[in-house]
């Protein structure tokens, strides 16, 4: 079995990626093409895998978001509705995202795990 393992990295040029509420450099900078692009990576059957910290920034982000802002553009709201692992050992369930589910211990045991139920999810997007 084949299995494609893709991720996203959202940092500044020294390593350190944060946001004041509107995403200053990424959102509002994307054109048609890297938005037909996103749409179609997350149109395929896939487990989101966050870190705490990835996940307090995305639903913060969207909780201060409108259906009007260029925040929810339709790539956004298919990731929002993919099932998702949370790996944390400060955030308890239930948590603000449709379909995710918090689990705690080693990052690498936690993806082994995910890697091998990969007869129900054939692709895995960490």
């Known amino acids: 079995m084949t299995a494609t393992y893709t991720f996203d990295v959202f940092s500044s040029l020294d390593g ?3 946001t004041s509420g509107n995403w ?3 959102w509002g900078k ?6 037909e692009h996103r749409l179609g990576r997350y149109g395929e059957e896939q487990r989101m895998v966050f870190g705490a910290d990835t996940y307090r920034l995305f639903a913060g982000m969207l909780a201060a978001s409108t259906e009007e ?14 099932p998702a692992t949370v ?4 955030l308890e369930g239930p948590l603000d995202w449709p379909d995710a589910t ?3 211990g080693d990052a690498v045991d936690v993806v082994a795990r995910l890697k091998a139920e990969l007869v129900y999810r054939p ?4």
């Open 87 to 90: 790996l944390s050992s400060t």
């Open 123 to 126: 692709t895995l997007h960490v």
């Open 69 to 82: 802002s260029e925040v929810r553009d339709a790539w956004v709201t298919r990731m929002r509705n993919l």
């Open 16 to 18: 350190f990626g944060t």
């Open 30 to 35: 994307q054109g048609p093409e890297l938005l």
């Open 24 to 26: 200053g450099g990424y």
């Open 102 to 104: 918090v689990v705690t």
